[in-house]
């Protein structure tokens, strides 16, 4: 009986070992047969995992034409330890490098890493790689892997399209998309949607012979992954527009930005000095950036957001608006042009007086303006001037100054419109007054403005009372972006609107209208003259418009620096640009001709 016991356990103990082995066995062959992923770290060191570059999204303007595409370009990476027999010489002949430079970039990849690949030489052209290629051979441990850079058919919208440059250590560790080498966003569109433009990195597995030459892909290519181009951009620029706007203000310090007023579309958008966008793609980048950096007239500031500007008269209607919505003026109502010694305030054109509101837009007359601010400031349904600004401010803020527009650019500035509170600490509570800050009352002192706001003012006057944030791209692919339907609408009545549209509609075609001279006969347009004295002493130049009147298709406000009154070159050079885009062509050739011709860099 206890044999028969013992045979048992003998036979189920033999029975586990079996079915363990049978285990084993068929993991064995799992790993051996069915599952590589053990085969490939084995053979690490006969394959070479090359990542597939996605290329990034196109960029279009709002009628196809292309603004930016990608061209192939190649990586010369290098595994320091398969480094073997290298022909030093040839290598940095083929490069057109120096022994030193050879040293120095050797002992760059090997402090990364000695056994992962990384980049020795970056961004060889296609002429360059024809010439290795044929050789790579030779220089074991060096491969070639392809990557694509940007290139701006024509050449414009620098400031708007932005560039990529190469990621920072900071942003890998922020972002593990990123790996050293990759490129990313640095400014402008290819900032703000970098991740729609980016697509999605792929890998491929190569077999490598010792000789280092690529012998085919690993398992048929059953393990690669393929890369996804990025996504395209389609704007709402107008490349002709851009063009003839960058054209423009050749040879000015300043900018000029256009929008369509029933979406928010940006047409055009430009600083000026600019720059050639594709100065900053390639293998020179860094040299010119630098370059660029140490230009006195500042070609890599984006004045169109980052600059700030005094709004001189342009701002007027802005207080005829609170005025007529607070009920302290009506549109009949009339202040005297008070002269030298009356006034706090000067007036600098000569015309009827006492003034309505209308002709005080159309010739720009100061002393109104003082006085329609004074009334906002003392008006008595408030118990005190803190109140009574608070209320002017809050307007103002409701048509879009003070505060930043939530457009798709990034480092977009909010200008600068001083809360009630920085006065109380200036001049102390209840120590100051209406005549205290009437330099607000014209567009000076304090306040500050972007050329953005500017416009985008000038195109809630045309919409009568509203207007959607300024945006640069329309759609990413087929899927249209959120802000045509985010609809501000300030605290301003519409019929108080109406009164403001036809004050600016007088300034191009009213007998005294300061921008008369740029009219044209077969389009009404509105607009605003501006001149405002920076702190070098020297005047600003800015106009803002609309055109049509009846069926607003454009808002453009025009910035020249330091270059004298509003009417003699911002309005001529606004009033071109509507005639572009409405008409597609300008048969004013003369006032282009001194548009163009003109140097006022060295004012």
């Not at 360059?128 to 220089?139: N, P, Q, S, V, W």
């Not at 393929?226 to 054209?247: F, N, P």
């Not at 310090?253 to 793609?281: H, M, Q, W």
């Not at 009417?567 to 509507?578: D, G, K």
Request: charged fraction near 20%; aromatic fraction near 10%; glycine fraction near 8%.
């Amino acid at each position: 009986m206890a044999s028969r016991i013992y045979a048992d356990r003998k036979i189920v103990i033999i029975s586990i070992f079996l079915f363990i082995g049978f285990i084993y066995i068929v993991r064995l062959f799992y790993i051996q047969v069915i599952d590589k992923s053990y085969t490939l770290s084995a053979n690490n060191n006969v394959l070479r995992y090359v990542t597939q570059f996605p290329a990034r999204g196109l960029i279009y303007d709002r009628n196809g034409k292309l603004l930016l595409y990608n061209e192939a370009v190649y990586d010369l990476m290098v595994i320091p330890r398969q480094v073997k027999d290298l022909d030093t010489a040839e290598l940095c002949r083929l490069l057109e490098i120096t022994p030193e430079g050879f040293i120095e970039r050797m002992k760059r990849a090997r402090d990364y890493s000695p056994i992962l690949a990384s980049a020795f030489e970056k961004q060889i052209s296609k002429e360059t790689y024809g010439y290795i290629e044929e050789k790579l051979y030779r220089f074991r441990g060096f491969f070639v892997q392809p990557r694509t850079l940007r290139k701006y058919p024509m050449s414009i919208g620098a400031h708007l399209l932005g560039y990529i440059g190469e990621v920072t250590p900071a942003q890998i560790e922020k972002n593990t998309y990123y790996k050293q080498g990759d490129y990313i966003g640095i400014s402008g569109i290819e900032r703000a949607y970098e991740k729609q433009l980016r697509g999605i990195k792929g890998m491929k597995i190569r077999m490598v012979d010792v000789m280092n030459r690529d012998v085919g892909s690993f398992e048929n290519g059953r393990y690669d992954t393929a890369a996804v181009m990025g996504g395209d951009l389609y704007t709402g620029i107008d490349a002709e527009l851009q063009q003839y706007g960058e054209k423009l203000m050749n040879n000015k310090r300043g900018s000029i930005v256009a929008i369509d007023p029933k979406t928010g579309e940006i047409l055009c958008f430009l600083s000026s000095p600019g720059y050639d966008p594709n100065l900053l793609v390639g293998r020179v980048r860094s040299k010119n950036f630098g370059e660029l950096n140490k230009d006195p007239v500042k070609p890599l500031l984006n004045r169109a957001i980052m600059g700030q500007y005094p709004p001189g008269s342009t701002l007027k209607m802005a207080n005829d608006l609170v005025g007529l919505q607070m009920g302290v003026i009506t549109k009949d109502t009339r202040f005297s042009c008070q002269g030298p010694g009356s006034s706090p305030i000067k007036c600098t054109h000569n015309h009827v007086s006492p003034l309505d509101v209308y002709m005080a837009i159309q010739q720009s007359c100061n002393p109104f303006h003082w006085q329609v601010f004074r009334a906002i400031l003392n008006d008595p349904n408030y118990a005190t001037v803190k109140e009574r600004y608070d209320v002017w401010r809050n307007h103002l803020m409701s048509m879009g100054f003070g505060r930043t527009l939530n457009t798709d650019l990034a480092f977009e500035l909010k200008g600068n419109l001083p809360s009630s509170d920085v006065f109380d600490k200036i001049y102390g509570k209840g120590h100051w007054n209406a005549m205290t800050v009437r330099s607000l009352s014209i567009g000076q002192g304090e306040v500050l403005t972007t050329p953005l706001q500017l416009v985008n003012y000038a195109a809630m006057v045309a919409n009568r009372g509203f207007f959607y944030p300024p945006h640069v791209v329309r759609s990413v692919g087929t899927e249209k972006t959120k802000f045509a339907t985010q609809k501000n609408v300030s605290t301003i009545n519409p019929e108080y609107l109406d009164v403001i549209v036809q004050g600016m509609t007088e300034v191009f075609s009213g007998a005294h209208g300061t921008a008369r001279a740029y009219k044209i006969d077969s389009l009404t347009m509105a607009g605003k003259t501006g001149t405002a004295q920076t702190s070098s002493g020297k005047d600003n130049s800015n106009f803002i418009a609309f055109a049509p009147v009846e069926n607003p298709q454009i808002a453009i406000c025009v910035i020249v620096e330091e270059a004298g009154f509003g009417a003699t070159w911002a309005a001529p050079i606004a009033s071109l640009m509507i005639e572009k885009y409405i008409f597609r062509t300008v048969k004013r050739k003369e006032i282009e001709d001194r548009m163009i011709n003109a140097n006022l860099l060295n004012n």
